[in-house]
């Protein structure tokens, strides 16, 4: 299976900083990646997919980069409702399955 | 509008069965397939198969092979989990989920892939 992996495990910042998160696919998984946002008791929402494209709602401080093995999720300017942990995640035709990276944990400083 | 209702919280004994139903209305059940991902305590997300309701068609990650089926109900648009043989390292919070697009490989095919709509969720407990 095509393993994410998230770094860092957890991130330390102040509300209004630029947060940027990492996650490095084990193959090329060209720009089918998607970034979830979980806050506690709360099932995981949608935030980025296919690389780059917010989903609806999302606000404009959410980004995404990156295709082949290498992604970013930056929130440019960070507001108290987003400390959260972030997953990222792809689905490969080969091999096949759906993968999840372990999360990156965003907590206030 | 989309929803998925998961069925109530399990408690189960070590080595017995858990099914978990997943009601899914607000669009053609048929059209998108069901992905079920569960959540232990204080972990991570973990994809455990997905099912193709129109043609009953599941498919499932390595790691619960032989030991999940996913199957579904048109007539009632709803979508189950079974999973045997429960042991402690089950206890989680599972989750139905649907896609909301996906892409198209080089051979055509469609894979759907980003989760826009979840259940709420179904905890079970593996206790003895």
């Known amino acids: 299976e095509i393993v994410l992996t998230q770094s860092p495990g957890t991130l330390s910042l102040s509300p209004g900083e630029r947060a940027t998160l990492s996650c490095r696919a084990s193959?090329?998984?060209?720009?089918?990646l998607a970034w979830y946002q979980q806050k506690p008791g709360q099932v995981p929402r949608l935030l980025i997919y296919?690389?780059?494209n917010r989903a609806t709602g999302v606000p404009a401080r959410f980004s995404g980069s990156g295709s082949g093995t290498d992604f970013t999720l930056t929130i440019s300017s960070l507001e108290p409702e987003d400390f959260a942990v972030y997953y990222c995640?792809?689905?490969?035709?080969?091999?096949?399955?759906?993968?999840f990276g372990q999360g990156t944990k965003l907590e206030i400083k | 509008q989309v929803h998925l209702v998961q069925s109530g919280a399990e408690v189960k004994k070590p080595g017995a069965s858990v099914k978990v139903s997943c009601k899914a209305s607000?669009?053609?059940?048929?059209?998108?397939?069901i992905h079920w991902v569960r959540q232990a305590p204080g972990q991570g997300l973990e994809w455990m198969g997905w099912i193709n309701p129109d043609s009953g068609t599941a498919n499932y990650a390595q790691k619960f092979q032989g030991r999940v089926t996913i199957t579904r109900d048109t007539s009632i648009s709803t979508a189950y989990m079974d999973l045997s043989r429960l042991t402690s390292g089950d206890t989680a919070v599972y989750y139905c989920?649907?896609?909301?697009?996906?892409?198209?490989?080089?051979?055509?095919?469609?894979?759907?892939?980003?989760?826009?709509?979840w259940g709420q969720g179904t905890l079970v407990t593996v206790s003895s």
């Open positions: 296919d690389a780059s």
């Open positions: 607000g669009y053609t059940f048929t059209g998108y397939y």
């Open positions: 989920t649907r896609a909301k697009g996906g892409y198209y490989d080089t051979s055509g095919d469609y894979y759907d892939y980003f989760f826009g709509y």
């Open positions: 193959q090329n998984v060209a720009s089918y």
């Open positions: 995640q792809q689905r490969s035709n080969w091999p096949p399955g759906v993968t």
